[in-house]
């Protein structure tokens, strides 16, 4: 036969659409063309896949061969069809069988030697090659990344002769038998923050309901510390939620390590980070930080000294848990569900309300240093706590009695998740209008507190909405059905910085 084809996968966001690599040989002055909006790395495909065909002991056809990846109007970029493209070639000059191409995929580039070299975006590949019944032909050093998917059919292969092999009949590949480890647990502990009760008390909130949470205080006073221990008392994430996340990391510039699986992440872009490397972009759009954050948490430590504008392109993801890249020629979805975490100081020298009194800083300063965050911003984090200077004689005071480690807060906090995905299906943070409406019910007395929280504080109606959202967050760490005047007095607390108080 002069045609062949092999089935293969290209990576656009974490999607991994279906490529057809057409191999066809005809008569005429020897050639190899490549069609079907390649970009460079495919183009030089050709280079790699000749030298390895020869190197491996196979006949190069001297003839005029034309390798399309349709669909033609979908950008194919790196080396992950070099295999595809070789078996092609060989398989339409009947050097090796082509009976079983048709039950495979084929993804990995080609080393001059035939060996396979690994690809990223390995994972998005596995979950659509999978849902196609077919099983998957990989470089090895993909293997213990794709196997994090339980149902997937995995042939890890070294070099081309045993991929030809195995279609030949003469050697079978073994399916890959791995499988992945449970991390999660190695996380820095809560039972290391000593003191700050009233910002362990928020953080367990945010943790049980997903809620974004604001910490203000001078330095040295554990806000970093706490933010880092938020991932520990998180619940355990569902096997979706690290599918979803080793997805997002496998299509990344650094690609998933699969020591990772199972670990909520944590991400903390430095305040000289720029918009694109937050939420993602490029020519060939690449998620940013609040996607690989995707199940996790993003920190954003001294966050007024965040740019302006970085900071405002958080506000729709925010929201929406997704951000949309759009580019001239093509655009890509990356999901951005993440928690967010800021600290920053009261003053710009840090020490407004210390107990020393050094802070020389007048009002207009202290106003101006927190006016760089948005009102729109600040009006979409769920929670402000201040984290105030400890005496030292209260630290020593408490290392002394017991303190609440990270394993029992955690247990607290999927108690309550729990409840909240068996009354809504989704954690309290992510409550539309009419669920707030229906889930989130105060009595007479809870209603007449709320109202003269919003006009003493001059909360807006998304802020409304959030204080009730806490408060059920609140109720559901006390097991209580209804949402008493207490939790929406200790929910209204947590709005301490909004503008006009």
């Not at 405002?312 to 949309?324: A, C, D, F, K």
């Not at 105030?388 to 209260?394: G, R, Y």
Request: glycine share 8%.
């Amino acid at each position: 036969m002069s045609l062949a084809v092999v089935y293969s996968r290209a990576r656009v966001g974490i999607d991994a659409p279906l490529v057809s690599v057409e191999a066809h040989l005809a008569n005429g002055l020897p050639a190899l063309s490549i069609v079907g909006l390649p970009e460079t790395e495919v183009k030089e495909s050709k280079d790699r896949v000749r030298a390895a065909i020869l190197n491996a002991r196979f006949e190069f056809p001297a003839r005029r061969i034309t390798i399309n990846l349709a669909p033609a109007d979908l950008p194919k970029e790196g080396g992950r069809f070099d295999l595809a493209i070789a078996l092609g070639i060989l398989a339409a000059s009947d050097q090796i069988a082509s009976n079983r191409l048709e039950q495979y995929e084929f993804i990995g580039e080609l080393a001059l030697s035939g060996q396979l070299r690994p690809a990223r975006g390995i994972l998005p590949a596995v979950l659509q090659t999978s849902k196609a019944g077919r099983g998957l032909v990989l470089p090895r050093e993909n293997a213990a990344e794709a196997a994090l998917f339980s149902q997937a059919r995995i042939l890890p292969a070294d070099h081309l002769l045993e991929v030809c092999a195995h279609l030949n009949g003469q050697q079978t590949l073994d399916f890959y038998q791995g499988q992945p480890q449970v991390n999660g647990t190695d996380q820095p502990d809560l039972g290391e923050v000593r003191a700050q009760h009233h910002a362990r008390r928020a953080l367990e909130i945010a943790a049980a309901g997903g809620h974004s949470l604001l910490m203000i205080g001078p330095p040295g006073t554990g806000k970093t510390m706490l933010a880092a221990r938020l991932p520990g008392i998180l619940p355990p994430m569902t096997e979706v939620e690290a599918l979803e996340t080793a997805a997002l990391h496998s299509v990344s510039s650094h690609g998933f390590r699969p020591e990772d699986w199972n670990k909520r992440p944590f991400r903390t872009p430095h305040h000289t980070a720029s918009a694109v490397a937050l939420v993602g972009g490029g020519s060939q759009p690449r998620p940013g930080e609040i996607s690989l954050a995707h199940n996790g948490v993003v920190f954003l430590d001294e966050l007024p000294e965040f740019d302006r504008h970085v900071l405002e392109v958080l506000r729709e993801p925010l929201e929406s848990g997704q951000i949309t890249i759009s580019r001239a020629a093509r655009q890509a979805e990356f999901p951005a569900r993440f928690q967010l975490v800021a600290a920053m100081n009261p003053c710009p020298c840090g020490y407004h309300g210390h107990p020393s009194g050094r802070c020389r800083c007048t009002p207009d300063q202290v106003a101006r240093y927190r006016s760089r965050i948005s009102g729109p911003l600040l009006d979409r984090i769920d929670m402000h706590v201040e984290v105030p200077s400890v005496p030292l004689d209260v630290l020593h005071a408490e290392q002394d009695s017991g303190v609440e480690y990270s394993a029992t807060v955690r247990e607290r906090v999927a108690q309550a998740r729990t409840r909240q995905l068996e009354r809504a299906g989704v954690a309290n943070c992510r409550l539309g209008n009419r669920d707030v409406d229906r889930h989130c019910r105060v009595d007479q007395a809870g209603r007449t507190l709320l109202e003269q929280a919003a006009d003493k504080l001059g909360l807006s109606a998304r802020a409304y909405h959030r204080i009730l959202k806490v408060a059920r967050t609140i109720a559901d760490l006390a097991g209580s059905e209804a949402i008493a005047t207490s939790h929406l007095s200790e929910a209204i607390s947590y709005r301490r910085l909004d503008r006009n108080t």
